[in-house]
């Protein structure tokens, strides 16, 4: 199952260092082929990560090498499609890698495709969310003053400009699931869209609108389109 790997190289304007990861959008240790690569540059811009608390985003941009373009490519690699809402998240961190997780818990609301029930509760990983200036601060290895008030600031990092899931949203999810039995959004993020109503559709990242679309549509094409090309 392809799930997309990430290499970035950057650098973080915050604390100045330069990084060079590999990440892969599977949640855990798999044999699974993986071949988006993404050589990144990252920057850290000041701006609002939410409605109520001021913050930093960190964006990280670059190319992925494997897009999903339609839906009927997407539906080939999932193991999962479903209409899901996110109960909770929380940020999880790994020894040498710089950007931390989200891992989410999703409700399924209604199963599309894949071994899921109505009522199902999936775990999804993704690379990317939300931690403090506190930890960008030790994880960059370099001592740069930070008050108590600014160790507490939160820090949003995003891949290419889109977000980790968060509370409350919610989503349609092409998951590809991991040896650890947990999820992983297909692509990176090219498998999740947002709903807004009866229409769906994904974030395009800025400047990548040429290869790249947000494929929106009601939900009953997207279920027509799916069943056409489900396993």
């Known amino acids: 199952m392809k799930k997309g790997h990430i290499f970035l190289i950057g650098t973080i304007v915050l ?12 949640a855990s240790s798999t044999n699974q082929d993986a071949h988006a690569k993404k ?7 000041k ?13 990280s941009n670059g190319d992925i090498e494997t897009i999903y373009s339609d839906i009927q490519s997407l539906t080939k690699e999932a193991d999962v499609i479903f ?17 931390p997780s989200t891992v989410s818990q999703v409700k399924v609301v209604k199963a599309t495709s894949g071994n899921i029930r109505v009522g199902d509760v999936l775990t999804f990983e993704e690379i990317g969310g939300f931690t403090t200036q506190k ?15 600014e160790e507490k600031q939160p820090v949003e990092f995003k891949v290419n400009g889109i977000s980790a899931m968060k509370n409350g949203e919610k989503v349609i999810l092409f998951g590809g699931k991991n040896k650890d039995e947990t999820y992983s959004v297909i692509g990176v993020y090219q498998g999740k869209f947002r709903i807004e109503g009866d229409i ?32």
């Open 15 to 26: 604390c100045s260092v330069i990084m060079g990861l590999v990440f892969s959008s599977k």
């Open 39 to 45: 050589k990144v540059e990252t920057n850290v811009t």
């Open 47 to 59: 701006k609002d990560v939410d409605e109520k608390s001021p913050g930093l985003t960190v964006e």
């Open 83 to 99: 209409e899901g809402e996110v109960l909770s998240t929380k940020t999880k961190y790994y020894k040498d890698i710089t950007i």
């Open 135 to 149: 930890y960008v601060k030790e994880s960059s290895g370099r001592d740069f003053p930070l008050s108590k008030s």
């Open 200 to 231: 769906i559709q994904r974030v395009v990242p800025k400047g990548d609108e040429g290869m790249y679309s947000s494929l929106q549509m009601n939900q009953a094409s997207l279920e027509k389109e799916v069943n056409q090309f489900k396993k």
